[in-house]
């Protein structure tokens, strides 16, 4: 009787033959056919999430929760593959592997997308998060460049792998467990700091035992990197809907009057001005906001939000300052900021 080696002739495995037996049949056929809508889909969903955690939906949250179950898959691949190996006899190929991170990845960054997309305050550094979050998204769908690029280079991927896991918690925290921004972020940078363990061990391969601390302080690095550098990642669940800047202020209705780019210096002896913000926090506010005035670029004034209810357009708050100095001609600003120092929104004005 003739036997088979173990070289390029040897039969397939028993979990080579079900990848096989999945490519081959009707359903995977057409599955990789329209492999391209995956991206649309998840957005798609993350569009419809959005919405619904607009409107309290309890389903958001049942999304949120599919999508992290997902990512518990995938970061203890190699304990589920020993598993699935035990159940086949054989350990999953590598090819399956990648190809159901590569729709992890998909699905998370399209996912969270549009949280981002509606959130952020363009004219200021949030532009560059969110610009990353599209190159991500946009990468994870062209092939030959997640495939070859960034799959190829196991550090590349573990980097990828964690800023998709960050934007996915800045995403879920909002909304699975009603978190602060401040909560989220300092969550998210700490698993993104674990998660670039694996990453920097791969590109550093140096057998010295000085390694591992290098290691530990280019992760701590990273975590401090993102928590300082929050005022340029959008706060996924709360954005700005109005913001005016005007002359008079209906306090009893809670309406600003016509809000204005410029203003001549006269115009500022009578009352001062009012900057009035419509905060949308469908997960409720939970944490101090402020309205932070500058003149030129320097912070003039930081003054604390009196937020007492919410409705469907969102909280409404004003601040009034009547003291502008000797001379307040000039470039101003004045931004919506959480307590933690997220930015929610800005409006510029001048004073000539």
């Not at 350990?91 to 549009?114: D, G, M, N, S, Y």
């Amino acid at each position: 009787m003739a036997t088979t080696s173990s070289g390029e002739h040897a039969p397939p495995q028993a979990a080579e033959r079900l990848v096989a037996r999945l490519t081959d049949s009707r359903l995977g056929r057409l599955a990789y056919r329209y492999r391209r809508l995956v991206p649309l889909a998840s957005f798609a969903m993350g569009a419809g999430s959005f919405f619904l955690v607009e409107r309290q939906a309890q389903l958001a949250q049942w999304v949120t929760a599919l999508m992290l179950l997902g990512w518990l898959a995938l970061l203890f691949e190699g304990l589920l593959c020993r598993l699935l190996a035990r159940f086949f006899g054989e350990r999953i190929p590598q090819a399956a592997v990648r190809f159901a991170a590569q729709c992890l990845h998909q699905e998370t960054l399209f996912f969270v997308l549009p949280f981002f997309l509606a959130t952020t305050t363009w004219l200021s550094g949030q532009a560059v998060f969110t610009g990353l979050l599209i190159a991500a998204a946009a990468a994870s769908t062209l092939d030959p460049l997640y495939l070859n690029a960034i799959a190829g280079r196991r550090w590349l991927f573990l980097g990828f792998h964690g800023f998709t896991l960050f934007a996915a918690l800045l995403t879920a925290g909002p909304i699975m467990l009603s978190l602060t921004t401040g909560e989220s972020v300092a969550i998210a940078s700490a698993a993104m700091a674990v998660c670039a363990l694996p990453s920097f061990n791969d590109a550093l391969q140096a057998g010295h035992w000085w390694r591992w601390f290098l290691l530990a302080a280019l992760s701590l690095a990273l975590g401090a990197l993102t928590w300082f550098g929050r005022y340029w990642i959008p706060p996924a669940t709360l954005r700005a809907t109005d913001f005016a800047i005007t002359l008079q202020m209906d306090t009893a209705e809670r309406e600003p009057g016509r809000s204005r780019d410029s203003f001549a210096t006269d115009d500022l002896q009578g009352d001062g001005l009012y900057a009035f913000s419509a905060i949308k926090a469908p997960r409720g506010l939970h944490q101090q906001i402020f309205h932070v005035w500058s003149h030129d670029g320097e912070v003039v004034d930081r003054i604390p939000l009196e937020i007492v209810g919410g409705r469907e357009a969102g909280y409404r708050a004003w601040s009034h300052k009547t003291v502008f100095g000797d001379d307040a001609s000039g470039r101003w600003r004045v931004n919506v900021v959480t307590d933690d120092g997220q930015l929610i929104g800005a409006r510029r004005f001048t004073v000539e």
